[in-house]
């Protein structure tokens, strides 16, 4: 089992910044490869970011790309997402979520096995 719990939620005005953390316990931590996702009001899940075991390889969704970074700290057994020019669109309940290692780079959510509780990031205009 892992467990994993987000922090650093918030409301930010547009073109503000937050950064987000996932803070995991259980299993070894460097044994997963991490992700973001978000869910908006009304709408379904949707992948933000991923990055491998290592730290060596992300991969971002297409509106988020330029604008947020998904790193990951082994050592603190922590993932962050700094998210930068925030937009109203952005506003969503924001999950961190753990895959085997073996699934490397992975936008598919059945792949990851364990999740974060969420966080709420709200973006005004």
């Known amino acids: 089992q892992v467990q994993l719990v987000e922090s650093g939620g918030g409301l930010v005005q547009a073109g503000g910044s937050l950064r987000l953390s996932c803070a995991a316990s259980?299993?070894?931590?460097?044994?997963?490869?991490m992700g973001w996702f978000r869910q908006a009001p009304g709408k379904g899940r949707e992948f933000v970011a991923t990055i491998t075991w290592s730290g060596g390889n992300s991969y971002y969704a297409d509106s988020v790309k330029g604008r947020f970074t998904i790193s990951r700290d082994n050592d603190k057994n922590t993932v962050y997402l700094q998210m930068n020019s925030l937009k109203p669109e952005d506003t969503a309940a924001y999950y961190c979520?753990?895959?085997?290692?073996?699934?490397?780079?992975?936008?598919?959510?059945?792949?990851?096995?364990?999740w974060g509780q969420g966080t709420q990031v709200t973006v005004s205009s």
């Open positions: 979520a753990a895959a085997p290692a073996v699934w490397g780079i992975t936008t598919v959510e059945t792949n990851y096995h364990y």
């Open positions: 259980g299993r070894t931590f460097s044994s997963y490869a």
